[in-house]
């Protein structure tokens, strides 16, 4: 994934039967599992960083929420001028892997971002899921179909 700042959650949604309303049902049925721990970046742009078995090995563990441009270095010649703090712009790439807990049939599993910086780009098992040119502002993409059984 290659965004500056990613704070995130996974949560899945399942099907449940029985006589409570659909509101109660919607409620009981949804797990949100944090995601914001566990996770490998790198500066700069990673040819095939996509793909699920890439070697990440050599890149800096870390939490979320991180933003990898207040790191630095300043620089009064930096794109963004003042405005950005003079601070440098570029590609990041946050990578994490987990497994998705069994389920019943029919659910559905889907990733909410709380919020990307900006001009994000998301990734699962080597499917482009989509892109948000956009700074800061919550959004979701639907896993389902692109999950395999084991490390995702």
């Not at 959650?9 to 949100?32: H, I, K």
């Not at 990307?116 to 080597?126: A, L, P, R």
Request: hydrophobic share 35%; with cysteine; charged share 20%.
């Amino acid at each position: 994934m290659r965004a500056s700042r990613i704070p995130l959650v996974l949560f899945f949604v399942c099907a449940v039967a029985g006589t409570a309303t659909a509101q109660d049902q919607a409620r009981s049925s949804r797990q949100r599992l944090l995601m914001d721990y566990g996770w490998k970046f790198m500066k700069g742009d990673a040819a095939g960083a996509e793909v699920p078995g890439f070697d990440d090995s050599g890149w800096r563990s870390l939490d979320l929420p991180h933003d990898w441009s207040i790191e630095g270095p300043y620089d009064e010649n930096a794109p963004t001028g003042g405005r950005g703090g003079y601070l440098p712009t570029g590609a990041g790439w946050y990578r994490r892997t987990f497994m998705v807990p069994t389920g019943p049939p029919g659910r559905r599993v889907t990733i909410e971002f709380d919020g990307v910086y900006q001009n994000s780009d998301v990734w699962v098992n080597g499917h482009h899921l989509g892109s948000r040119p956009y700074g800061y502002i919550s959004f979701y993409y639907d896993l389902t179909p692109h999950l395999v059984d084991g490390q995702n």
